[in-house]
């Protein structure tokens, strides 16, 4: 596998909350077209190992003997301006990664929102692969730019209709 596209080594990614690191968009998506939001130098996505029926790490556990990882861009679909991962980790619980802003709840798995005011609609994917003990990034749309939140001079977006006063 490509070093470039090494995201992090496998015993980084956990089950119960999210990895954050930065992509930028090559314009090479497989349509050839930029998805919604790739007007931008860099993006944010979030990196969870899934886990078995019981919520344990897979460690290997599918028919291939291989961790099984999802990878998704970091924006509730709800309001796509509101990060999952605020840079500390996006809360994982049952099976489903949860939006601190608004509680939506959305598959680890498929990345559809079970619950919320997003109701139905899907995260975007962003493709990686398990290989030597390490998660790549396997996406012609974009190129790994490094771990942790993009740096933006904008301040907080994030909706704070959930503080109670």
């Not at 080594?9 to 930029?34: I, K, M, Q, S, Y």
């Not at 860099?42 to 999802?70: F, I, K, N, P, Y």
């Amino acid at each position: 596998m490509d070093s470039d596209g090494r995201i992090a080594d496998l015993t980084e990614v956990a089950t119960d909350d999210t990895l954050l690191f930065r992509v930028r968009p090559t314009g090479e998506g497989a349509d050839g077209n930029n998805r919604p939001g790739d007007d931008v130098d860099e993006r944010e996505a979030v990196l969870l190992e899934l886990a078995d029926e019981d919520g344990d790490e897979t460690d290997g556990g599918d028919s291939d003997g291989v961790t099984e990882v999802a990878c998704w861009l970091n924006v509730c679909q709800h309001m796509t301006h509101i990060p999952l991962d605020k840079g500390s980790g996006a809360p994982v619980r049952d099976g489903e990664v949860v939006c601190a802003n608004h509680g939506a709840m959305f598959d680890a798995d498929s990345g559809e929102c079970t619950y919320g005011p997003c109701e139905g609609a899907f995260l975007t994917e962003v493709g990686v692969t398990v290989a030597d003990g390490g998660v790549y990034l396997d996406d012609d749309a974009y190129a790994f730019a490094g771990l942790g939140p993009v740096e933006d001079d904008d301040g907080d977006l994030s909706s704070e209709s959930n503080v109670i006063l």
